[in-house]
């Protein structure tokens, strides 16, 4: 006899949890490969989930519970993130968007009105979620959109594509900000910061999935930033705002590397959902 859907589930649940995926995480995991095997939605599944389960379905699900189990993230198996209430494509050559990377988008608006014409450009785009999100945000800007990855790019051409931000964006493969002519009203970023002595200490969906070169950034995870704060300064627009995200503990240290460019003020340090530091807010002034 077939098995029922949600004996199926249960049992991905207990599987996940045996490889070390925290419960609650374990029992969503199940139930959304579940969902996506079968079109459903949370819906049909909890008033249907005691059917016998369609034919291959047993089998198909195994395959994605087994990836799951050997702690694939499940934005590549299922091959979307939910970023900004936007489905957006990812795959193993971008960093999967996180929910603390929308405070990138929530400070835009904070200083620029849905109605101007702006200049925007993204630096390590990746899946291109921020370009994306502040497009749809901002449509009358102008964006440009940049990664040293061109798989990278690629992905984020899709995204741009598929919410009609594409016609406006121009994608380009370069080594942070090399080669692009501003000015910009607005720049942001969501670059490497994570220190190498961090890689042993990270859960295995990050450390063995997610690609390194989005990851890392030196011993003290500021290798990077400590470019990107120079080249934005320059390519900004008097009073333009420059945003990028951090890592835990990095507060100070990029406070400082901010200060440090005599055309930038820091005019601010905000905090994600979890109170933790996380990105960066400068003006570009002229300060001497």
Not at 94 to 108: G, K, S, Y
Not at 203 to 231: K, T
Request: glycine letters at 6%; proline letters at 6%; one cysteine or more.
């Amino acid at each position: 006899m077939p098995t029922e859907i949600h004996a199926l589930i249960a049992d991905a649940r207990r599987r996940f949890r045996a490889a070390g995926i925290e419960p609650g995480e374990a029992a969503l995991d199940a139930r959304l490969l579940a969902q996506r095997l079968l079109g459903w939605d949370a819906a049909r599944l909890m008033t249907h989930g005691d059917e016998a389960a369609p034919a291959d379905f047993a089998r198909d699900y195994e395959g994605l519970v087994a990836r799951r189990a050997f702690r694939e993230p499940l934005a590549y198996i299922t091959g979307s993130r939910e970023f900004w209430n936007l489905d957006i494509e990812v795959t193993p050559a971008v960093l999967i968007p996180r929910q603390e990377t929308e405070l990138l988008i929530e400070i835009a608006l904070e200083h620029f009105d849905h109605a101007q014409p702006l200049r925007i450009l993204d630096v390590c785009t990746g899946s291109g979620c921020l370009a994306v999100g502040l497009g749809r945000e901002f449509p009358k800007a102008a964006l440009v959109a940049s990664d040293i990855s061109q798989d990278a790019l690629d992905v984020a051409r899709r995204n741009l594509t598929r919410y009609g931000v594409s016609a406006r964006t121009q994608c380009l493969r370069t080594d942070l900000l090399d080669g692009i002519d501003g000015p910009f009203d607005l720049i942001v970023s969501n670059p490497p910061y994570v220190p190498t002595e961090d890689a042993s200490g990270l859960q295995p969906e990050v450390r063995d999935y997610e690609p390194p070169a989005a990851l890392f950034a030196g011993e003290d995870g500021l290798h990077i930033v400590r470019r990107l704060v120079v080249q934005a300064a320059a390519a900004l627009a008097r009073d333009g705002i420059f945003v990028f995200e951090f890592g835990a503990g990095q507060d100070k240290a990029v406070a400082a590397l901010v200060e440090a460019v005599p055309s930038l003020t820091l005019l601010d340090v905000k905090h994600d959902l979890q109170d933790i530091p996380r990105a960066a807010v400068a003006r570009k002034t002229s300060r001497s």
